[in-house]
């Protein structure tokens, strides 16, 4: 079993409020990633970073910003929260293999965390 | 671009086989994914295969991969009611940092 925590599971919030949605890995994976998973299941990533103190944003264009200061923790952070922002958000990580490499370490998920902004 | 597509929705009944199917569009893909979701809860690793392989068992789980249709399934043997979840196959390709690509996953709903 992954060793990938977030926290809250649940968050109902208002609008206009700031959020920081918490991510750790015991693992010491280099990679880490933020998935949005709308109602219809499918997932879009949001965020990803390589290793400390590298961020990229993802495939879905996203109002959120994400920190790594250190290996284990990946916060992902939303400025003043709307109702669009209710989603499931899913934080991962998974090893690197190093620049070319063949192998892709598999993605390892935390057990999400459910946001609804009023 | 990339695209991964899986049928929505599979009921099968207790005991009987399911095979979900999954098919990609990348030819450069080099490892694919079935993850397994139950509810209020993440994606949880089930088997992966290497793109150079075309079968991989293990214990009720059989992956098959066709390579030419670019055509992936998971087979799960004697359906069991803990089995009813969301499946998702996902695929990655070969570069510096490996990009995840995930399809929109298969309802499975095991009935007695």
């Known amino acids: 079993e992954a060793d990938i925590y977030q926290t809250p599971r649940y968050l109902v919030i208002g609008t206009g409020k700031k959020i920081t949605l918490e991510c750790s890995q015991t693992?010491?994976?280099?990679?880490m990633y933020w998935y949005q998973q709308d109602p219809g299941m499918e997932l879009h990533l949001i965020h990803y970073?390589?290793?400390?103190?590298?961020?990229e944003k993802g495939d879905l264009s996203s109002e959120s910003t994400v920190s790594r200061i250190r290996t284990e923790h990946f916060p992902l952070t939303l400025e003043s929260a709307r109702p669009s922002h209710t989603s499931q958000y899913l934080c991962?990580?998974?090893?690197?293999?190093?620049?070319?490499?063949?192998?892709?370490?598999?993605?390892?998920f935390g057990n999400g965390t459910r946001l609804t902004v009023t | 671009g990339e695209d991964v597509e899986q049928s929505l929705f599979l009921s099968v009944r207790e005991g009987d086989s399911s095979v979900i199917n999954c098919t990609y569009t990348?030819?450069?893909?080099?490892?694919l994914y079935w993850y397994k979701q139950e509810p209020g809860a993440g994606l949880q690793l089930l088997t992966y295969?290497?793109?150079?392989?075309d079968m991989k068992q293990d214990q009720r789980l059989t992956v098959l991969l066709n390579k030419k249709d670019k055509h992936l399934s998971l087979r799960i043997a004697d359906t069991q009611t803990g089995d009813s979840a969301i499946y998702f196959c996902?695929?990655?390709?070969?570069?510096?940092?490996?990009?995840?690509?995930f399809g929109a996953g298969t309802q499975v709903v095991v009935t007695p």
């Open positions: 991962a990580s998974s090893e690197y293999s190093g620049q070319g490499s063949f192998y892709n370490s598999p993605l390892h």
């Open positions: 693992m010491g994976h280099d990679k």
């Open positions: 970073s390589y290793g400390v103190n590298s961020t």
């Open positions: 990348d030819s450069s893909s080099t490892y």
């Open positions: 295969i290497f793109s150079n392989m």
């Open positions: 996902a695929e990655s390709q070969t570069d510096s940092w490996g990009k995840f690509q």
